[in-house]
C-alpha cells in the first residue's frame, strides 16, 4: 500500500527557504516509470504543479518557478525533498507530494499525501 | 507551456442528474489527460487517467473521453458523495505538467 506524507515548517518568514520533506512507502523510487512530484494550492485557489523527480534521477521544474526550486531524493530513506527559495507571501500554499505512476501514453498522481499548510509571513 | 481550460467554473446540479465538465487543451495533448476529484480539506483523488481509464476504486458512473484538445468527465448519475471541486490535468509536455482551474459541483 503506498503511503506519502509531506513534512516542513507551517511558517516562514519573506525572503527565507522553505525545504518540505516527502516521506514515502510502499513503493521504490528506482525506475524512470515512476517519480514523486510536488502540487501546491493556496488558499481557495487550484492546484498547481511545481516539480517531480523520477527513480532515474530525471528532474522536472515548473518553468515559472524553475530558478527557485530544487527536488532531490534519497532512496535509502524513501524521501523526496523540495527547496523554494526566496519565500513570499503569494507562496503561501497547501503543498501535497505524490506518486506519479507512468506507463505507455499515461503519466498520472495515483497517491496523495495529505498536505502541508506553509504559510509566509514576517 | 500547455494551458489548460475548464468549464463551467461552477454548477449547481442534483443528486441524480447527469454532469458532464469540459476541458480544453491549447494543444494537442491525447491522451495524456487525467481527471482528478478533490473535497473540502482533502487531497486531490484520481479519477480517470489516459483520458477515459477509471481508476481502481472509482465507481463506474465516472467516465471520461475526448481526444486532440477537448476533453470531457462525465457524471452518469450524480450522488450526493460527488460534490467536490474537479480538475483535469495534462501529463503531455515532458517539461511541464498543468492542471485546469476547477470545476466546482454543487447542490441545487
Known amino acids: 500500500q503506498i503511503t506519502l506524507k509531506e513534512s516542513g515548517p507551517t511558517l516562514v518568514k519573506p525572503t527565507q527557504t522553505l525545504t518540505l520533506t516527502c516521506t514515502f512507502s510502499?513503493?521504490?523510487?528506482?525506475?524512470?516509470?515512476?517519480?514523486v512530484g510536488w502540487i501546491r494550492q493556496p488558499p481557495g485557489k487550484a492546484l498547481e504543479w511545481l516539480a517531480h523527480i523520477y527513480g532515474n534521477g530525471d528532474e522536472k521544474y515548473c518553468p515559472s518557478l524553475k530558478t527557485r526550486l530544487t527536488i532531490t531524493k534519497d532512496t535509502s530513506k524513501n524521501q523526496v525533498v523540495l527547496t523554494v527559495t526566496n519565500m513570499d507571501p503569494v507562496d503561501t500554499a497547501t503543498y501535497y507530494c505524490a506518486h506519479l505512476q507512468g506507463g505507455t501514453n499515461r503519466y498520472y498522481f495515483d497517491h496523495w499525501g495529505q498536505g502541508t499548510l506553509a504559510t509566509v509571513s514576517s | 507551456d500547455i494551458q489548460m481550460t475548464q468549464s463551467p467554473s461552477s454548477l449547481s446540479a442534483s443528486v441524480g442528474d447527469r454532469v458532464t465538465i469540459t476541458c480544453r487543451a491549447s494543444?494537442?495533448?491525447?491522451?495524456?489527460l487525467n481527471w482528478y476529484q478533490q473535497k473540502p480539506g482533502k487531497a486531490p483523488e484520481l479519477l480517470i487517467y489516459?483520458?477515459?481509464s477509471l481508476q481502481s476504486g472509482v465507481p463506474s458512473r465516472f467516465s471520461g473521453s475526448g481526444s486532440g484538445t477537448d476533453f470531457t468527465l462525465t457524471i452518469s448519475s450524480l450522488q450526493p458523495e460527488d460534490f467536490a471541486t474537479y480538475y483535469c490535468?495534462?501529463?503531455?509536455?515532458?517539461?511541464?505538467?498543468?492542471f485546469g482551474q476547477g470545476t466546482k459541483v454543487e447542490i441545487k
Open positions: 489516459a483520458t477515459s
Open positions: 490535468q495534462q501529463s503531455y509536455s515532458a517539461v511541464m505538467y498543468s
Open positions: 510502499g513503493f521504490s523510487l528506482s525506475t524512470n516509470k515512476v517519480a
Open positions: 494543444q494537442t495533448i491525447s491522451p495524456y
